[in-house]
């Protein structure tokens, strides 16, 4: 799978469908993202603190920083 930024939307919908029962194998398929792409818990995250799902500087499950 070729590298391509997961727009907010669409990361707000893959939060949608887990909340609605969606196994996590189910989202990545229906999305057409790989399984790294999902970094559902920075996701969940950022959207109980700030309201959206928005990438902050560092998420503190990454186990490298992404520079």
Do not use: F
């Not at 029962?21 to 818990?41: K, P």
């Amino acid at each position: 799978m070729v590298y391509r930024k997961i727009s907010p939307d669409m990361k707000q919908r893959a939060l949608e469908l887990l909340e609605q029962g969606w196994e996590m194998e189910q989202v990545i398929e229906a999305l057409d993202v790989s399984t790294r792409s999902l970094s559902i818990n920075c996701w969940a995250d950022n959207y109980e603190q700030h309201g959206r799902v928005a990438e902050s500087a560092i998420c503190p499950s990454w186990t490298t920083p992404i520079t």
